[in-house]
């Protein structure tokens, strides 16, 4: 298959999931409304600036492109591509959405109790490092693989919960109510490190190995025939460990730019409280 009538999969409508499509296009216009002409329905409700709106839809937008569009087509004839919907569906769609809600929209679902509840256990840093990591881990022991490829039904629920998963691994880093970030800056660059860390050895076994893994993915695509299953396995492993470093050095960039200025602004605050506490003056102003 030439480059050409690769790419010209994205052009036919029946490679497109319309019925996605409406979900989507609905979703995106309840959040517009809720963080626009409708937000005054709920309680609390402030003014979303248009970065805070922009991260919402970006992150919504790489959720249809990966389920919606012909990449789900090439997902199940190609591990690599396999790997590029995994890695926009758990590293990068879930820290967008994150920063895209408002927080006024999230307080009403979280004083429901047991949804409280789940939510406290889930985004503990050290349960949600192992809960995503090990999940991610055990989907790519072979046997399990090709068992969840070969049901629609495993394949909907392991998709359901990695992306659970994934949303609490982030919560801590970006969690987007003010009042329940408690994870200091110094504590979630050390989060996002060990993510990076603990994900290695299951990338590096994709990668390395000499034979073929996944049975699912052991005969050459006939879609798609550009490349031999172990090439492909091996660009898979790349693909998900290049996309996983990316998004983790852009957290760690942003977390570590938002902890200095914290720590700029609380050293101009002792400033001043020294300087009011040597010159009275100051105090009385």
Not at 44 to 57: C, D
Not at 98 to 115: C, E, F, H, S, T
Request: hydrophobic share 50%.
């Amino acid at each position: 298959m030439s480059t050409q009538e690769f790419l010209q999969l994205f052009l036919y409508a029946q490679n497109w999931d319309f019925e996605l499509n409406l979900l989507f296009l609905s979703g995106a216009v309840v959040y517009l409304l809720l963080t626009g002409p409708l937000k005054h329905w709920i309680p609390g409700s402030q003014h979303v600036p248009g970065s805070t709106r922009a991260f919402f839809l970006l992150g919504w937008i790489i959720y249809y492109f990966s389920m919606g569009s012909p990449l789900n087509l090439l997902a199940h004839e190609l591990f690599s591509m396999h790997m590029l919907q995994m890695s926009l569906l758990y590293f990068v769609m879930p820290p967008l959405l994150l920063l895209g809600l408002p927080a006024y929209m999230l307080r009403p679902v979280l004083k429901i109790r047991w949804i409280r509840a789940i939510g406290r256990f889930f985004t503990r840093p050290l349960i949600t490092l192992f809960f995503f990591n090990g999940l991610i881990t055990f989907y790519h022991v072979p046997v399990i693989f090709d068992t969840i490829m070969g049901s629609h039904v495993l394949h909907y629920v392991s998709h359901v919960l990695l992306l659970f998963a994934a949303l609490c691994m982030w919560w801590p880093i970006i969690c987007p109510v003010p009042e329940l970030d408690r994870v200091k800056s110094l504590h979630k660059l050390a989060l996002i490190f060990a993510n990076g860390v603990l994900l290695t050895p299951a990338c590096a076994i994709i990668t390395f190995t000499d034979i073929v893994l996944f049975d699912s993915y052991r005969e050459m695509s006939q879609l798609v025939p550009i490349m031999s299953p172990m090439h492909d396995q091996q660009l898979g492993g790349v693909i998900m460990k290049i996309m996983q470093e990316i998004v983790y050095i852009t957290a760690i960039g942003i977390v570590f730019l938002r902890w200095i200025r914290e720590e700029r602004a609380k050293d101009k605050e002792e400033l001043l409280q020294w300087q009011k506490e040597q010159n009275p003056t100051l105090q009385k102003n």
